[in-house]
C-alpha cells in the first residue's frame, strides 16, 4: 500500500472504528432494557397466571400451580443467569476487540506517521523542483510578456502617432479656418471702425473748416471795420463840434443807439421812432416778454454845462455853478423820461436814459451818485454804450429764453431722440468691445493650443513617449 491510499483509508478506518463502539454500547443498553423489561413481564406474568389460576382451578390445586410457576421462574432465572453470561462474555469480547482496535490504530497511525515523513521530503523534493519550473516558466512568461507588452506598445504608438498626425493635421485645418474666419470677422469690424472713424474725423474736419472759414470771415469784416473807423477817423475833425449842436447830438445818440441795437436784438423785439398812446414819440422801444413788457430807450441828453465844466479858463466858482446846473439838466432830463416814456399798462415800470459818451457816463456816477439815485428812484435807468451793451445782452438772453421755452417741446423731442441714439451707440460700442475683446482672447488661446501641440509634435518627433500616456495590452 502506498501512502497515499493509506492517507486516505485513515479516516474511514476511523469512523468504522467509531461506528463499531456506538454499535456495541447500543447492543448493551438495548440487552440491558430488554432484561428489564423481561423481569417487569416475568412478574406481571406472574401475577396474571396466579391470578387466572385462582380463578379456574380454585384453591385446591393453587399449591401445585405456585409449584409450577416457582419451577418456571427457576427456569427463568437460569435462562436470565445464562443470557446474563452470555451478555458478560460478549461484552468481554467487545472490549477486547476494542482494545485490539485501538492498538492497530495506534500502530496504523505510527505507520501513517513514518510514511507522512518521507511523504513530507517527497514532497518538498517535489515542491523544490516544482519551484524551480515554475520559476523558470515564470522567467520565460515574463519574457514573453515584456515582448508582447514593447510589441503592443510600439503598435499603440504607432496607432497614436498617426491619430496625433490625423489630429493635427485637422486642428491645423480648423485653426486655419478658424484664424481665417477670425481675421475677415477682425478685418470686417475694424473696417467698420475704420468708416466711423472716418466719418467722425470728415465731420470733424468740415465743422473744423467752417470755423475757420467764419473765423477768417469776421477777421475780414473786423479789418473792413477797422478801415471804415480809420477813414472816419481822418474825415471827422472834432467830436466836440459835432455835439455841440443840439440837433446833431440827439442825431448822433440815435444813430449809435440804433446801431448798438440792431447789432444785438433781433428786429421783432425793438422798433425806432415809436409813438406811444400818450401822443409822445420814443427814440426806441424794446418789446421784451413779459412781466417787462415795453421798456422806451431815450438818445437825447444836455450836454452844455458838461462842456462848460471842462472850460481851462473857467475859475472854481462857475465850474461849480456849471455843475451844480449839470445835476439840474440831468434831473430835469430824467423827470422828462420818466413822466413821457413810463406808462402804466403800456409801457414797463422803468425806462432807459441813454447817454452816448463814456466820459458823460462816468463823470455822472463818479462825482454826482444823487443824480444817479434820483433816477433810480424815479425808474429811470442810466445807460452808456458799454453797458447798454450790456443790457442788450441780457435782454437777447431773455429772448432767447423765451423762444427757448416755446421750442422746449421740440428740443426735449430732440433730445430724447439724441439720448436713445446715443444709448444705441453706446450698446453697439459696448459689444463691439466685448467682440475685440473676446477676439483677442480667442486668439491667446489659439496661440496656446498651438504651442502645446507644437510641443506635443516635437516630443513625438524626438520618440519622447515616456511623458505620454500608453495604453496597457487588451485596453481600449
Known amino acids: 500500500m502506498n501512502p497515499e491510499s493509506a492517507a486516505a483509508l485513515f479516516p474511514w478506518l476511523f469512523a468504522v472504528l467509531v461506528l463499531c463502539v456506538f454499535l456495541v454500547a447500543w447492543l448493551v443498553l438495548r440487552v440491558n432494557s430488554l432484561a428489564r423489561a423481561q423481569d417487569g413481564l416475568a412478574d406481571e406474568l406472574a401475577a396474571r397466571v396466579e391470578a387466572r389460576l385462582a380463578s379456574l382451578f380454585g384453591g385446591q390445586q393453587l399449591h401445585f400451580v405456585k409449584e409450577l410457576l416457582a419451577a418456571t421462574t427457576a427456569s427463568s432465572d ?5 443470557v446474563g453470561g452470555e451478555v458478560d462474555r460478549l461484552r468481554d469480547r467487545l472490549d477486547a476487540e476494542q482494545v485490539t482496535s485501538r492498538h492497530a490504530l495506534q500502530q496504523l497511525q505510527l505507520a501513517l506517521v513514518g510514511q507522512l515523513g518521507s511523504q513530507k521530503e517527497e514532497t518538498a523534493l517535489r515542491l523544490s523542483g516544482l519551484a524551480n519550473a515554475i520559476a523558470s516558466a515564470q522567467e520565460k512568461l515574463r ?35 478658424s484664424i481665417e474666419t477670425l481675421s475677415r470677422t477682425v478685418n470686417e469690424r475694424l473696417e467698420a471702425i475704420t468708416g466711423h472713424v472716418n466719418q467722425r474725423l470728415d465731420e470733424g474736419f468740415r465743422k ?10 469776421r477777421l475780414a469784416t473786423i479789418d473792413e471795420a477797422q478801415k471804415k473807423i480809420g477813414d472816419l477817423t481822418t474825415n471827422v475833425v472834432s467830436l466836440q463840434e459835432l455835439l455841440g449842436d443840439k440837433r446833431a447830438r440827439g442825431a448822433f445818440g440815435e444813430v449809435q443807439l440804433e446801431a448798438l441795437i440792431r447789432n444785438a436784438l433781433p428786429p421783432e423785439a425793438f422798433d425806432f421812432q415809436f409813438t406811444l398812446p400818450n401822443g409822445t414819440r420814443a427814440d426806441c422801444v424794446l418789446r421784451l416778454p413779459e412781466p417787462t413788457g415795453m421798456v422806451v430807450v431815450d438818445s437825447k441828453f444836455p450836454l452844455e454845462n458838461y462842456h462848460r465844466m471842462f472850460v481851462a479858463d473857467s475859475g472854481d466858482l462857475e465850474r461849480r455853478a456849471a455843475q451844480g446846473a449839470f445835476r439840474g439838466d440831468v434831473k430835469r432830463h430824467v423827470d422828462a423820461i420818466a413822466n413821457k416814456y413810463i406808462l402804466p399798462g403800456v409801457t414797463s415800470d422803468g425806462a432807459v436814459m441813454f447817454v452816448p459818451a463814456e466820459a458823460v457816463f462816468a463823470e455822472i ?3 454826482h451818485p444823487e443824480v ?6 424815479r425808474r429811470v435807468w442810466i445807460v452808456s454804450p ?3 451793451m450790456a443790457v442788450l445782452n441780457t435782454a437777447r438772453a431773455v429772448l432767447k429764453d423765451v423762444e427757448t421755452r416755446k421750442q422746449i417741446h421740440v428740443i426735449k423731442d430732440a433730445l430724447g431722440k439724441l439720448a ?5 451707440f453706446d450698446e ?8 475685440i475683446r473676446q477676439a483677442g482672447e480667442d486668439v491667446a488661446e489659439v496661440q496656446t493650443s498651438s504651442r502645446k501641440i507644437t510641443a506635443h509634435f516635437q516630443k513625438i518627433e524626438a520618440a519622447q513617449l515616456d511623458d505620454l500616456p500608453v495604453a496597457l495590452p487588451g485596453g481600449d
Open 208 to 217: 473744423t473748416n467752417e470755423t475757420f472759414a467764419n473765423v477768417m470771415a
Open 78 to 82: 437460569r435462562v436470565m443467569e445464562m
Open 386 to 388: 458799454t453797458t447798454l
Open 372 to 377: 444817479v439815485e434820483y433816477a433810480m428812484g
Open 420 to 424: 436713445k441714439d446715443f444709448t444705441r
Open 143 to 177: 519574457s514573453e510578456m515584456v515582448a508582447e507588452t514593447l510589441k503592443t506598445l510600439s503598435e499603440h504608438a504607432r496607432a497614436d502617432r498617426e491619430l496625433l498626425q490625423n489630429g493635427l493635421r485637422a486642428a491645423s485645418e480648423q485653426l486655419t479656418l
Open 365 to 367: 456816477h463818479a462825482y
Open 428 to 435: 453697439r460700442m459696448q459689444k463691439l468691445a466685448v467682440h
